[in-house]
């Protein structure tokens, strides 16, 4: 280990610990020296200017609105209804009806909590926390 003073440009006084780190092992001594003659070359060179390197431009905002909510149609109510698998009329076919044909972003509210949910074609009248209970 090593110790040095260096002056910098402000008139102050710098110590600097060195301490020997091992570059390189090699089984020729003189192949050894031709590394450390490069080394020491390379690191009293000044240092090559580097190209000026542009930022990229901003990409442009592209100004998106909200989703629209989604109408389910006549034809998809239906098949909706018509599909419902046996044993789950849970909420009379006037309801799910009622619930699909307004706007998909419309709250129902749960059965068992009624907490204001968005109703799916799987989950008609209970929220996920409820499902999901």
């Not at 060195?18 to 570059?23: A, E």
């Not at 006037?94 to 998909?104: C, F, K, N, S, V």
Request: overall charge negative; some cysteine.
């Amino acid at each position: 280990m090593e110790f040095s003073i260096h002056k910098t440009d402000a008139g102050l006084f710098e110590i600097i610990q060195s301490k020997p780190v091992v570059v390189g092992s090699f089984a020729d001594e003189h192949m050894a020296r031709k590394v450390m003659a490069y080394l020491i070359e390379d690191a009293l060179a000044p240092p090559a200017s580097l190209p000026q390197i542009n930022p990229a431009p901003e990409p442009e905002k592209v100004k998106t609105s909200p989703p629209q909510p989604r109408v389910w149609s006549d034809a998809e109510v239906e098949l909706l209804i018509a599909n419902k698998p046996e044993g789950t009329d849970l909420v009379p076919t006037e309801t799910i009806r009622a619930q699909h044909l307004q706007p998909a972003s419309d709250q129902a509210h749960c059965s068992l909590c009624d907490r204001p949910f968005t109703p799916t074609p799987d989950n008609l009248d209970i929220c996920a926390r409820c499902r999901n209970a």
